[in-house]
């Protein structure tokens, strides 16, 4: 089970002396000269170049730490002071040389992260050091301004305030992963150019992460994405000047909440701020979901990767990165091909952990031109050795609940020319995808979908240009093709869907897309599919 765990704090209290009556002359030169060695070795002037809390800890905690590790948040203890610090020395040492804490993960070849929260080597190296000299605290006079938390909103009160409903969260027990579908109406469409998340108590509130559903306005596709992920200690979303996610007037917002049980019993309404842009929006930011929905990670695999990918149709630039899976997940990374071929790690995840939901956020926006396309690799740990494992026996498909796995490599994107980022024709995008596969045993389906099936090896389908989805169960018999896989859902989950068709004498495949397989209510529709490669019955046959 996935929770922040506390370590017990080690003991670093001293026996107190022994007091005796010193009566003689030479006891009392002695206790003197004691008293003077005492002064000397704790004062100022006797500093020497071990490290202290108040000259090279606090800077450290107080950049990089206390904006969990104060009273009244989710963190176990807070780093405040040097009283509260100095009992977790040791365990902070080793967290840090570990590089378990801070919890950041994310390396570049190129970029640099306005929110990197990691420590240099060198800020490791003094914290080891302080902890292994004895801890000592060092000159109050050394000690900086401690960081001030306002309380409320830190951005300041929003236009729109979503409250979502109360949880109760008891005292003890297992963590608790509730989640939400909220209608929202804005009345009339809007642009937000920030967004915030207040939670009503810190101290269990662990994460969120937030989708959303808008219809722009009347006749235009729905848009949906990513609203927002808040993990203890993220800062509110604030894009840049006239930068903002385009909503039509009525939004269902998706909340997946993580609450954490202290040992009080507590409850939390937690709310989500929207401050709307004045003026005309610049920029349409939106998020692309780089998903892969047809994961199927065998029991006690403890190195299962998948692959997704996307096309970029036109030059734009990604603000963020936001990898997202669950409690199995073990790596992501995003890498880019140019149209010359040439290759970037633009970000890199090797201990990727559900606890904490990071927006990566590049100090200047990425420049990728059209044709480029991103390759996004998701690793998981479905072993016995993964302690977040509820069932190492399992094997574990693509669906939204805790215990069963995500893959969403989602970026924040906006047109490097041009106001709203219009979409590709979605034919165009489908055959563009399935043009990374021999066009032979590849078909597709209006501007519904695509799909390659060959009769050896690992098939893909594509739907929309957007979702990417690894075929490893389906079948060829005779010009009959049957297909069993995930389509993603609106509430960013998955449904079994099954797909059956055979060849006509054209080549073309003909036969029924039930989608909701596996629910009560599942929807049919006929399914007619063009071969890619001009292929005929007699050719496309095993």
Known sequence: MIRPTAKTPINHAESPMNQRALSTPTATLFLAAALAIALVATSPAAATDEPTFTRDIAPIFFKNCVQCHRTGEVAPMSLMTYREARPWARSIARAVENRDMPPWSGDSENHVWSNDLSLTDGEIETIVNWAKSGALQGDPADLPEAPTFPKGWKLGEPDFVVTLDSIEVPAEGEDIFPQQIVEVDLGEPRWVRAIEFLPEDSRVTHHFLTTYVSELNEGDPAASGVLGIWTAGMPPYVFPDGVGRRFGSKIRIIVDQHYHPIGEATRDASRIGLHFGEGELEKEVITIP?????????????????????????????????????????????????????????????????????????????????????????????????????????EIIYRGDTYSEMFNGFIEVTRKEGVLFEQQNQREQILDLLALHPAKDSYVSGAFMGFHVPHEGEGWLYMGGIYSIVLDDFEWQGDALRITTQFPTLNASATTTVIEGRLNEQGQLQGTVTIGADTDQPQQMPLFAEPVGGGTASSAGP
């Open 290 to 394: 780089v998903t892969n929905t047809g994961l199927r990670i065998p029991p006690g695999a403890g190195h299962h990767p998948e692959n997704a990918h996307y096309l970029f149709d036109k030059d734009v630039q990604i603000l963020a990165f936001s990898p997202h899976m669950h409690v199995r997940g073990k790596a992501m990374s995003y890498e880019v091909t140019y149209p010359d071929g040439s290759k970037e790690m633009l970000l890199d995840v090797p201990k990727y952990d559900y606890n904490w939901q990071w927006l990566y956020y590049p100090t200047k926006p990425i420049d990728i031109p059209a044709g480029s396309r991103l390759d996004v690799t998701a690793v998981w740990d479905n072993s016995e050795d993964n302690p977040a494992n509820p069932d190492p026996t399992q």
